[in-house]
C-alpha cells in the first residue's frame, strides 16, 4: 500500500539523516527494538488536540470550573500515557530475518520480513515502510508476523535493503512511534535479460534445443521443486498426484553442451553483453540444455539445473561496471 | 490511506460526537433538543458529502434558529448552544479521516460548555462516557475500522482502563496545578460590570442579581465567627427614592464617619474580595474602622480610592451593637424622611394611621413587621408593579423579594416619620467546612432598612427575614429549575437547606476547589499558605508519583489473553517458575515439559503429557473439540508441583 506522510512524519525523516538517529549504521540481524531506538513525536492530531486542551485548560483555571478541570487533566492523563503504550508497543519488537528471492534488475524485489515479539503483550496497528510503500500488520502475544513490502530493483548487483520504519500511531493517533530498521542484508539483483530473445552463439546448439524439446516431451527425471525453477518447468498433473510440486529435468547430450564466452561477443557495449548472457542462460536453462558460462576470470559449468542457472546469473550480477574497471577485449 | 473513512468509523464518530453533546441538550428548549436530534440522526445516516451551499444554508438556517430562540442575546447560553449546533452540525461534513479527527477534538468543547452551566451530578455522569466515545473513536481511527461498530464494546473496555490508569495524573495535575485567583477575563454573557451591587437598586437589575453564581469574596473569622442570620455584609447605602429607582449619591462616600463605640462582642476577620470594578469593600455590619487602605463614610461604609480590579484582602473588625454617640444631622434627617412626590397615597396614608394608634416608634415597627410576617409572601418571580410601586406592592401583589420588602418598608417609616435608609450588601454566605471559610456568591446580594431610633442611632431592620417561612413560594432554585451549587446561604438560610453530605463531600474535595483552598492543601506538611513555588514543588512530587505509578502498570500489564487454555498455560508458567523450575524464554514448550518431566520424577507421566497436549493443541493442524481443550485448561490449573522425595526426607 502506498503511504502518504504528513509533515510530522517529514520532519521524522529529515532527523533520519542526523547522526546522531540510532542505528547509526547497518546492524546485522536479528535486530531486538531497545527503548533507545524508538522515537516518537506527535501528529498533526496530536498538536491540535494539545492546542484544545490548552484552550480548555486556560477557561476552566480562569472559571475555576473544577469538573471542566478534572475533564481536561483526564483527557491529557490519557494522553500521556498512549505516548508511553505507543512506545511499549514497539520496544520488544524483533526483526528476525529480512529476505528476497534474487529478481532481474528493473523488476519488483518482494522484500520478506520476519518479525517476532518478546512479552506478554499484544502488538497491533504496526506499519512497516520503506519508501513509500507501507504495510500494515498486527503482532499476537508472542507471536511471529512476515510482512512482505515490493521494493524496486534498480541494477544488477548487490542492493542495500536501506532503512525501514516499523511505526505504530496506537492508542490515541496522537503520536508516531516509530524506530529506523537498518539491516545489514544485501539483496542480489540479477542483470536484466536483453529483451529481444538472440540466437545462441552456435548455430547448432539452436538446432540441439528445438531437439531435445521434441525428445523432452517425457521427462527422463523428475525432482522436487526448488526456489528458482521456472514455473515452465513443473510437471503439474505429477506434482498434483504426488502432492508436492515436482520439476521436470530433461535428459541433454553432452553433445548439446552450450558454451556463452565473453570474449566472443567482443563488439558489443559492456552492459549490453551482460543482459544477451543472461537471456542466453535463461533461455538454456528453459529449454534443458547443458550450458557454460565464461567470464572474465571465472569459467562455470557445462551443468545445467537452478543452482547453476543461479551461480551464471550472480557471477552475471556481480561483474564489475564498466566504468569502474575496464576490461581487456579479446 | 484511504480517503474516506468506513461507514462503520464514521459512524462510531458521530455517535462520540452526539455523546458530547448530549449534556446540553438538557439545558435548551425543547424545539432546539428536536432540531439538534434530527441534525444528528442526519449526520449517522448521511453517507457523502451535502453540496456546500446547502450546508451553507443548513448552517445559517440552525444558527438564525438559535439566535431566536436566545431572543438575540448574546450570552454564555447562547454561546453554548450554538456551539453545539455547529458541532452537530459538522457531523455532516465528516467524511476523511481528517474530518473525524477534527470532530472529534472539537467535541471536547461540549463537555467543557456544559461545565460552564451546569456542574451538577447529572452532567458528571452524562459526560463521562462522552469522554470514553471520544477516546473509543480516536482509538478507532488508528485503524481501518471497518467493523468499529462491532468491536465497541471491547475497545470501550481497554478505554475504560485506559481511563482508570490516567487517574493518578490527572488527580494530582487537578489538585496541585497551580489555580488562578484571579479570573483573566470575566464570564462570558455577564454584565460588562465587576459583580459587585451597584449604586441603584432598580427591580430588573436585581433579578440579575440573583441569578449570578460568581463569587463576591471570601471571608475567614479570627477568632469567634457570628451567627450566620446575623451576617449582614455592608454595601452601598442608599438613600434616594423617586418612585421606581434607589440610589445614592455618588458624594455621599466623601462624608466623614460618625461617632460610635461598639458595645458587647466584636468580631474579626480576614476578607478576599474579587474584583468588583466598583469603590466600596464589604464589611460586616457594624464596621468598627475602615479596612486598610479605605475610609468609612458617614453611612458606615467603606470606600476605596480606586475600584477593586484585582482580587484584595483586608482585615476588619466588626461590632453589631454600636452606639450611635452624636444626634442625626439635619441634613441625613431630611434625606432619611424624603418621599417622592405624589405616589404611592395609600401606604402613606397606612403609615400616618398606625404610628398615630402606636405608642413609639418601636412599637410602629413591630406593627408593620407583623403585617408582613402575616400578609407577605417571598417569590422572585414576583410580578411587576405599577407607577404607585409600595401601594402596588402593599395592597395588591404582596409577593416580591428583598428589594420589594426594603423599599416598601422605608416608605411606610418615612412617611410615618421615622428616618430610614436603604442598605445594600451581601447577607450569609456559605461556610466552607474544609477551608474554614465563608463563601459569598454575587445571589447572596441583599437589601435591608435601617431606621433611626432616638437614643440608638441607625438600627437594622430586615422586613424580608420577617416573612413567614411557610409563605416563601419560589426560591432562587426553584426559579432556575435545577440545583444551584453551595445555595445555603444567608438570612434566607431555611430556604436552601441542604443535608446531602455526599453532594458536599463532592463540593468541598472538587466542586469547591480553588486557589485559597490549593494554598492551604500544604497544611499537613506545616506550610499554612503556600506561595506558588511551593505549589509547583508539590505538584511536581506528585506528578512525579501519579507518573511512577502508571508507568509501573503499564510495563507490568500484562495482555489478557482471552483464551482460557493460553491462560492456563500462562498460570502454569508461572507456577512452575514459583516452584523454581522457570522457563526459558527461548525454550519451547515441548522441550521444557521434557525437562521439567526430568526435574520432577514424581509427576513425569503428568508433565510429559500436558506438555504434549498443549504443543498440540498450540501449533497442531487438527482442531481439538472444545470438550478436551476445557480438559486441558483444567489439567493445567490444576496442577501443583510436588517436591521431589529426598527433599522431604532431608527435612
Request: with cysteine; hydrophobic share 45%; aromatic share 8%.
Given at each position: 500500500?502506498?503511504?502518504?506522510?504528513?509533515?510530522?512524519?517529514?520532519?521524522?525523516?529529515?532527523?533520519?539523516a542526523?547522526?546522531?538517529?540510532?542505528?547509526?549504521?547497518?546492524?546485522?540481524?536479528?535486530?531486538?527494538?531497545?527503548?533507545?531506538?524508538?522515537?516518537?513525536?506527535?501528529?498533526?492530531?496530536?498538536l491540535?488536540?494539545?492546542?484544545?486542551?490548552a484552550?480548555?485548560?486556560?477557561?476552566?483555571?480562569?472559571?475555576?470550573?473544577?469538573?471542566?478541570?478534572?475533564?481536561?487533566?483526564?483527557?491529557?492523563?490519557?494522553?500521556?500515557?498512549?505516548?508511553?503504550?505507543a512506545?511499549?508497543?514497539?520496544?520488544?519488537?524483533?526483526?528476525?530475518?529480512?529476505?528476497?528471492?534474487?529478481?532481474?534488475?528493473?523488476?519488483?524485489?518482494?522484500?520478506?520480513?520476519?518479525?517476532d515479539?518478546?512479552?506478554?503483550?499484544?502488538r497491533?496497528?504496526?506499519?512497516?515502510?520503506?519508501?513509500?510503500?507501507?504495510?500494515?500488520?498486527?503482532?499476537?502475544?508472542?507471536?511471529e508476523?512476515?510482512?512482505?513490502?515490493?521494493?524496486?530493483?534498480?541494477?544488477?548487483?548487490?542492493?542495500?535493503?536501506?532503512?525501514?520504519?516499523?511505526?505504530?500511531?496506537?492508542?490515541?493517533?496522537?503520536?508516531?512511534?516509530?524506530?529506523?530498521?537498518?539491516?545489514?542484508?544485501?539483496?542480489?539483483v540479477?542483470?536484466?535479460?536483453?529483451?529481444?530473445?538472440?540466437?545462441?552463439?552456435?548455430?547448432?546448439?539452436?538446432?540441439?534445443?528445438?531437439?531435445?524439446?521434441?525428445?523432452?516431451?517425457?521427462?527422463?527425471?523428475?525432482?522436487?521443486?526448488?526456489?528458482?525453477?521456472?514455473?515452465?518447468?513443473?510437471?503439474?498433473?505429477?506434482?498434483?498426484?504426488?502432492?508436492?510440486?515436482?520439476?521436470?529435468?530433461?535428459?541433454?547430450?553432452?553433445?548439446?553442451?552450450?558454451?556463452?564466452?565473453?570474449?566472443?561477443?567482443?563488439?558489443?557495449?559492456?552492459?549490453?553483453?551482460?543482459?544477451?548472457?543472461?537471456?542466453?542462460?535463461?533461455?538454456?536453462?528453459?529449454?534443458?540444455?547443458?550450458?557454460?558460462?565464461?567470464?572474465?576470470?571465472?569459467?562455470?559449468?557445462?551443468?545445467?539445473?537452478?543452482?547453476?542457472?543461479?551461480?551464471?546469473?550472480?557471477?552475471?550480477?556481480?561483474?564489475?561496471?564498466?566504468?569502474?574497471?575496464?576490461?581487456?577485449?579479446? | 490511506?484511504?480517503?474516506?473513512?468506513?461507514?462503520?468509523?464514521?459512524?462510531?464518530?458521530?455517535?462520540?460526537?452526539?455523546?458530547?453533546?448530549?449534556?446540553?441538550?438538557?439545558?435548551?428548549?425543547?424545539?432546539?433538543?428536536?432540531?439538534?436530534?434530527?441534525?444528528?440522526?442526519?449526520g449517522?445516516?448521511?453517507?457523502?458529502?451535502?453540496?456546500?451551499?446547502?450546508?451553507?444554508?443548513?448552517?445559517?438556517?440552525?444558527?438564525?434558529?438559535v439566535?431566536?430562540?436566545?431572543?438575540?442575546?448574546?450570552?454564555?447560553?447562547?454561546?453554548?448552544a450554538?456551539?453545539?449546533?455547529?458541532?452537530?452540525?459538522?457531523?455532516?461534513?465528516?467524511?476523511?479521516?481528517?474530518?473525524?479527527?477534527?470532530?472529534?477534538?472539537?467535541?471536547?468543547?461540549?463537555?467543557?460548555?456544559?461545565?460552564?452551566?451546569?456542574?451538577?451530578?447529572?452532567?458528571?455522569?452524562?459526560?463521562?462516557?462522552?469522554?470514553?466515545?471520544?477516546?473509543?473513536?480516536?482509538?478507532?481511527?488508528?485503524g481501518?475500522?471497518?467493523?468499529?461498530?462491532?468491536?465497541?464494546?471491547?475497545?470501550?473496555r481497554?478505554?475504560?482502563?485506559?481511563?482508570?490508569?490516567?487517574?493518578?495524573?490527572?488527580?494530582?495535575?487537578?489538585?496541585?496545578?497551580?489555580?488562578?485567583?484571579?479570573?483573566?477575563?470575566?464570564?462570558?454573557?455577564?454584565?460588562?460590570?465587576?459583580?459587585?451591587?451597584?449604586?441603584?437598586?432598580?427591580?430588573?437589575?436585581?433579578?440579575?442579581?440573583?441569578?449570578?453564581?460568581?463569587?463576591?469574596?471570601?471571608?475567614?473569622f479570627?477568632?469567634?465567627?457570628?451567627?450566620?442570620?446575623?451576617?449582614?455584609?455592608?454595601?452601598?447605602?442608599?438613600?434616594?427614592?423617586?418612585?421606581?429607582?434607589?440610589?445614592?449619591?455618588?458624594l455621599d462616600?466623601?462624608?466623614?464617619?460618625?461617632?460610635?463605640?461598639?458595645?458587647?462582642?466584636?468580631?474579626?476577620?480576614?476578607?478576599?474580595?474579587?474584583?468588583?470594578?466598583?469603590?466600596?469593600?464589604?464589611?460586616l455590619?457594624?464596621?468598627?474602622?475602615?479596612?486598610?487602605?479605605?475610609?468609612?463614610?458617614?453611612?458606615?461604609?467603606?470606600?476605596?480610592?480606586?475600584?477593586?480590579?484585582?482580587?484584595?484582602?483586608?482585615?476588619?473588625?466588626?461590632?453589631?451593637?454600636?452606639?450611635?454617640?452624636?444626634?442625626?444631622?439635619?441634613?441625613?434627617?431630611?434625606?432619611?424622611?424624603?418621599?417622592?412626590?405624589?405616589?404611592?397615597?395609600?401606604?402613606?396614608?397606612?403609615?400616618?394611621?398606625?404610628?398615630?394608634?402606636?405608642?413609639?416608634?418601636?412599637?410602629?415597627?413591630?406593627?408593620?413587621?407583623?403585617?408582613?410576617?402575616?400578609?407577605?409572601?417571598?417569590?422572585?418571580?414576583?410580578?411587576?408593579?405599577?407607577?404607585?410601586?409600595?401601594?402596588?406592592?402593599?395592597?395588591?401583589?404582596?409577593?416580591?423579594?428583598?428589594?420589594?420588602?426594603s423599599?416598601?418598608?422605608?416608605?411606610?417609616?418615612?412617611?410615618?416619620?421615622?428616618?430610614?435608609?436603604?442598605?445594600?450588601?451581601?447577607?450569609?454566605g456559605?461556610?466552607?467546612?474544609?477551608?474554614?471559610?465563608?463563601?459569598?456568591?454575587?445571589?447572596?446580594?441583599?437589601?435591608?432598612?435601617?431606621?433611626?431610633?432616638?437614643g440608638?442611632?441607625?438600627?437594622?431592620v430586615?422586613?424580608?427575614?420577617?416573612?413567614?417561612?411557610?409563605?416563601?413560594?419560589?426560591?432562587?432554585?426553584?426559579?432556575?429549575?435545577?440545583?444551584?451549587?453551595?445555595?445555603?446561604?444567608?438570612?434566607?438560610s431555611?430556604?436552601?437547606d441542604?443535608?446531602?453530605?455526599?453532594?458536599?463531600?463532592?463540593?468541598?474535595?472538587?466542586?469547591?476547589?480553588?486557589?485559597?483552598?490549593q494554598?492551604?492543601?500544604?497544611?499537613?506538611v506545616?506550610?499554612?499558605?503556600?506561595?506558588?513555588?511551593?505549589?509547583?514543588?508539590?505538584?511536581?512530587?506528585?506528578?512525579?508519583?501519579?507518573?511512577?505509578?502508571?508507568?509501573?502498570?503499564?510495563?507490568?500489564?500484562?495482555?489478557?489473553?482471552?483464551?482460557?487454555?493460553?491462560?492456563?498455560?500462562?498460570?502454569?508458567?508461572?507456577?512452575?517458575?514459583?516452584?523454581?523450575?522457570?522457563?526459558?524464554?527461548?525454550?519451547?514448550a515441548?522441550?521444557?515439559?521434557?525437562?521439567?518431566?526430568?526435574?520432577?520424577?514424581?509427576?513425569?507421566?503428568?508433565?510429559?503429557?500436558?506438555?504434549?497436549?498443549?504443543?498440540?493443541?498450540?501449533?497442531?493442524?487438527?482442531?481439538?473439540?472444545a470438550?478436551?481443550?476445557?480438559?486441558?485448561?483444567?489439567?493445567?490449573?490444576?496442577?501443583?508441583?510436588?517436591?521431589?522425595?529426598?527433599?522431604?526426607?532431608?527435612?
Amino acid at each position: 500500500m502506498a503511504a502518504t506522510r504528513d509533515a510530522v512524519e517529514r520532519f521524522g525523516d529529515r532527523m533520519a539523516a542526523l547522526a546522531l538517529v540510532r542505528p547509526k549504521k547497518p546492524e546485522a540481524l536479528p535486530v531486538r527494538i531497545t527503548r533507545h531506538r524508538v522515537y516518537i513525536l506527535p501528529t498533526g492530531f496530536g498538536l491540535f488536540l494539545s492546542a484544545i486542551l490548552a484552550v480548555l485548560l486556560l477557561g476552566a483555571l480562569n472559571y475555576n470550573n473544577n469538573p471542566a478541570l478534572l475533564l481536561v487533566f483526564l483527557v491529557a492523563a490519557v494522553a500521556h500515557n498512549s505516548l508511553v503504550q505507543a512506545h511499549l508497543l514497539l520496544s520488544g519488537i524483533q526483526l528476525k530475518s529480512v529476505q528476497a528471492d534474487p529478481v532481474h534488475a528493473g523488476q519488483t524485489i518482494n522484500l520478506r520480513l520476519l518479525f517476532d515479539a518478546q512479552g506478554q503483550r499484544l502488538r497491533d496497528g504496526l506499519e512497516i515502510l520503506h519508501d513509500d510503500q507501507q504495510h500494515d500488520f498486527d503482532l499476537a502475544v508472542a507471536g511471529e508476523y512476515e510482512a512482505s513490502l515490493p521494493l524496486t530493483s534498480t541494477r544488477r548487483g548487490w542492493q542495500e535493503v536501506g532503512r525501514l520504519r516499523l511505526s505504530t500511531l496506537r492508542t490515541l493517533g496522537l503520536a508516531r512511534a516509530w524506530c529506523w530498521l537498518r539491516p545489514d542484508t544485501q539483496l542480489l539483483v540479477y542483470p536484466a535479460p536483453e529483451s529481444e530473445h538472440v540466437p545462441f552463439p552456435e548455430a547448432s546448439s539452436g538446432d540441439d534445443v528445438q531437439r531435445t524439446r521434441q525428445h523432452g516431451e517425457q521427462p527422463h527425471h523428475l525432482r522436487d521443486y526448488r526456489t528458482g525453477d521456472s514455473p515452465r518447468q513443473i510437471a503439474w498433473k505429477t506434482s498434483a498426484r504426488a502432492d508436492r510440486l515436482l520439476v521436470r529435468e530433461y535428459e541433454a547430450s553432452a553433445a548439446h553442451e552450450i558454451e556463452f564466452d565473453w570474449y566472443q561477443l567482443a563488439g558489443v557495449d559492456y552492459e549490453a553483453r551482460i543482459r544477451r548472457l543472461t537471456r542466453w542462460v535463461l533461455d538454456a536453462e528453459c529449454a534443458g540444455a547443458r550450458y557454460a558460462l565464461k567470464i572474465p576470470g571465472e569459467q562455470l559449468g557445462p551443468d545445467r539445473g537452478p543452482e547453476h542457472r543461479h551461480a551464471c546469473l550472480r557471477a552475471l550480477a556481480l561483474m564489475p561496471s564498466s566504468s569502474t574497471e575496464p576490461l581487456p577485449h579479446g | 490511506m484511504a480517503d474516506l473513512l468506513a461507514p462503520a468509523l464514521r459512524k462510531l464518530c458521530v455517535i462520540a460526537a452526539f455523546a458530547c453533546a448530549l449534556p446540553m441538550l438538557f439545558q435548551v428548549s425543547v424545539l432546539l433538543v428536536a432540531c439538534f436530534i434530527a441534525i444528528a440522526i442526519a449526520g449517522f445516516i448521511s453517507n457523502r458529502p451535502l453540496p456546500a451551499l446547502l450546508r451553507l444554508l443548513l448552517t445559517l438556517l440552525v444558527g438564525g434558529l438559535v439566535m431566536v430562540q436566545y431572543d438575540f442575546d448574546i450570552g454564555r447560553d447562547t454561546a453554548s448552544a450554538v456551539l453545539v449546533a455547529m458541532l452537530l452540525l459538522k457531523t455532516l461534513e465528516t467524511h476523511s479521516r481528517r474530518d473525524a479527527r477534527s470532530l472529534i477534538g472539537f467535541s471536547l468543547f461540549a463537555p467543557f460548555a456544559t461545565f460552564l452551566q451546569d456542574q451538577g451530578p447529572l452532567m458528571l455522569t452524562l459526560s463521562i462516557p462522552a469522554v470514553a466515545m471520544i477516546l473509543a473513536a480516536a482509538n478507532a481511527l488508528t485503524g481501518q475500522g471497518n467493523n468499529a461498530l462491532v468491536n465497541l464494546p471491547q475497545r470501550l473496555r481497554s478505554v475504560a482502563a485506559m481511563l482508570a490508569l490516567a487517574l493518578p495524573l490527572a488527580l494530582a495535575g487537578f489538585w496541585l496545578f497551580p489555580r488562578l485567583g484571579t479570573p483573566l477575563w470575566g464570564l462570558p454573557g455577564k454584565s460588562q460590570q465587576g459583580n459587585g451591587l451597584g449604586d441603584r437598586m432598580n427591580p430588573n437589575d436585581w433579578i440579575d442579581i440573583l441569578v449570578d453564581d460568581r463569587t463576591v469574596f471570601r471571608v475567614r473569622f479570627i477568632g469567634r465567627e457570628p451567627a450566620r442570620e446575623q451576617m449582614y455584609w455592608r454595601g452601598p447605602v442608599l438613600w434616594d427614592f423617586d418612585g421606581e429607582i434607589w440610589s445614592r449619591n455618588e458624594l455621599d462616600q466623601y462624608s466623614s464617619a460618625p461617632d460610635v463605640s461598639a458595645q458587647g462582642a466584636t468580631f474579626r476577620y480576614q476578607l478576599m474580595l474579587e474584583p468588583t470594578e466598583r469603590q466600596y469593600l464589604p464589611t460586616l455590619d457594624l464596621p468598627l474602622g475602615a479596612p486598610a487602605g479605605s475610609r468609612l463614610s458617614a453611612e458606615m461604609t467603606a470606600y476605596r480610592r480606586e475600584p477593586v480590579q484585582n482580587l484584595v484582602s483586608y482585615e476588619a473588625v466588626a461590632a453589631p451593637l454600636m452606639k450611635f454617640n452624636s444626634a442625626l444631622p439635619a441634613t441625613q434627617r431630611q434625606r432619611a424622611l424624603r418621599l417622592p412626590p405624589n405616589r404611592n397615597p395609600r401606604s402613606l396614608a397606612l403609615a400616618r394611621e398606625w404610628r398615630a394608634e402606636s405608642a413609639n416608634d418601636s412599637a410602629y415597627v413591630e406593627r408593620v413587621l407583623d403585617w408582613v410576617r402575616a400578609d407577605f409572601k417571598y417569590s422572585i418571580s414576583a410580578p411587576p408593579l405599577g407607577r404607585d410601586s409600595v401601594d402596588d406592592f402593599l395592597f395588591n401583589t404582596r409577593e416580591g423579594f428583598c428589594q420589594h420588602f426594603s423599599s416598601s418598608f422605608v416608605v411606610m417609616m418615612r412617611a410615618a416619620g421615622v428616618p430610614a435608609r436603604v442598605v445594600t450588601g451581601y447577607a450569609g454566605g456559605y461556610k466552607n467546612l474544609y477551608g474554614g471559610y465563608w463563601s459569598l456568591y454575587v445571589r447572596d446580594g441583599h437589601a435591608w432598612a435601617e431606621i433611626w431610633l432616638e437614643g440608638r442611632g441607625w438600627v437594622r431592620v430586615d422586613p424580608t427575614a420577617a416573612v413567614a417561612p411557610e409563605n416563601i413560594l419560589d426560591t432562587l432554585t426553584s426559579v432556575q429549575g435545577q440545583e444551584g451549587l453551595f445555595v445555603e446561604g444567608g438570612g434566607l438560610s431555611t430556604l436552601f437547606d441542604f443535608n446531602d453530605s455526599l453532594k458536599r463531600g463532592w463540593n468541598e474535595f472538587v466542586l469547591g476547589f480553588d486557589a485559597l483552598r490549593q494554598q492551604s492543601l500544604l497544611k499537613p506538611v506545616g506550610i499554612d499558605s503556600a506561595e506558588r513555588w511551593q505549589l509547583l514543588l508539590a505538584l511536581g512530587i506528585g506528578a512525579g508519583i501519579a507518573l511512577a505509578i502508571t508507568l509501573a502498570t503499564l510495563l507490568r500489564q500484562q495482555m489478557t489473553t482471552r483464551d482460557p487454555v493460553e491462560r492456563a498455560w500462562h498460570r502454569f508458567v508461572t507456577r512452575m517458575a514459583r516452584a523454581g523450575h522457570g522457563k526459558r524464554v527461548d525454550e519451547p514448550a515441548q522441550t521444557y515439559g521434557e525437562r521439567l518431566a526430568l526435574s520432577l520424577p514424581e509427576q513425569t507421566e503428568q508433565l510429559l503429557s500436558l506438555s504434549r497436549r498443549y504443543v498440540q493443541w498450540r501449533y497442531g493442524a487438527n482442531q481439538t473439540g472444545a470438550e478436551t481443550l476445557g480438559r486441558l485448561a483444567s489439567d493445567l490449573e490444576q496442577f501443583r508441583p510436588v517436591r521431589p522425595r529426598r527433599h522431604q526426607e532431608k527435612k
